[in-house]
């Protein structure tokens, strides 16, 4: 199994990136570490331990992160999310517990106990990752890769060239990229291609438990605010792509190609400039998710939900 440890910030897509990762036997997911992203801080890491809670997931360490960007100050997203970035269903008070240490302390402590170097799953803002190469560079060897959802070959959702995840913190982006680190990008070119359609809510309510009851309505607040804010009736559930991908690579087209984040621009800031035809002939520094197989895809969301409580 791979090894990963999830950074993430629920979130109603997160929510299922962690579920599909703990549910799959081809996944060891070994922690989860919070961001403020859709939500401030607290709500992200009392949204993950509920999230775990929800399905039955315990004994995996949970360890709160940065509340912010590394510049500027956070702006959630709470017109996708809601005002608890976990819109929709009543919560639970979470059984799950939270860690002591920090989402730093945690990762070091993963990364330096396995024999093997894990992967970070980021699927929120990239500032715990660039904080952590940026402060303890003699881990980096320990990093297999950091495969984030956010970004985009084309279009942005929180301004017009910017993904939210990027456009929150643009600066972690760069330091990411800049440290070599084997990393790539699943952005909203291939996440709206996983359309959370009628048919897609209907299977998996059908799957009768507590964990698909809670699931499906995180999926309708979703689509629901989808429909009012970009006019799509069916939300795309971005972030599990990630795990997905290394469940099988398959699901997934990719591409090696150059990545390089806006971080001025008037209008532009938290674009990440992807160069598909090598204009610039810049080295190479990433790998770009392109086409989706979207069977593939919901088979594994349906088969992680069906093996939860
Ligand atoms: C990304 O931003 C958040 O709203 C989602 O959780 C996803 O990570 C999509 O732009
Ligand atoms: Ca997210």
Redesign the pocket.
Known sequence: ATPIIID????H??VF?IWLAAANPAIDLLAITTVG??GLLEHTTLNTRIACTVAGIDGIPIAAGAAGPIEGRLRPADWIHGANALGGPVLPEPTVPLDERSAQELIRDVLLASPEPVTIVA??PLTNVAILLRDQPDLQDRIAAVVW?GGSTARGNATPYAEF?AWTDPEAIQITLDSGVDFTMVGLNISHQALITRDVRDRIAAIGTETASFGVELLEFFCSTYLKAENMPDGPL??PITVAMLIDPAVATTVRTRIDAELTGTETRGATCVDLIDILGRPHNATVAMELDVDRFWALIDDAVRTLR
């Open positions: 993430c910030d629920p979130g897509d997160d990136a992203g859709n699927t929120g959802m995840n971005h972030d």
